[in-house]
């Protein structure tokens, strides 16, 4: 192989690893987003059926106040 073929190679081999080294790097960040969007879906269906639970409560209260007043 010719000094111009060892080149290209070398600059081959270079922006491979470049690459490689951006998408391990992009893919750990995804991870963390999906785990982070995890999280706060879980939180927010928490939250959901809380004000889901207090909904009810608050209007079995009105009905109550209804009737008595």
Request: charged share 25%; with cysteine; hydrophobic share 40%.
């Amino acid at each position: 192989m010719n000094s111009h073929g060892l080149l290209v190679n070398s600059c081959c081999l270079l922006v491979n690893s470049a690459f490689t080294r951006e998408f391990t790097r992009f893919t750990r960040e995804f991870a963390r987003f999906t785990r982070e969007f995890t999280r706060f879906t879980r939180e927010f269906d928490r939250f959901t059926r809380e004000f889901t639970r207090f909904t009810r409560e608050f209007g079995q209260y009105i009905q109550l106040v209804h009737l008595f007043a």
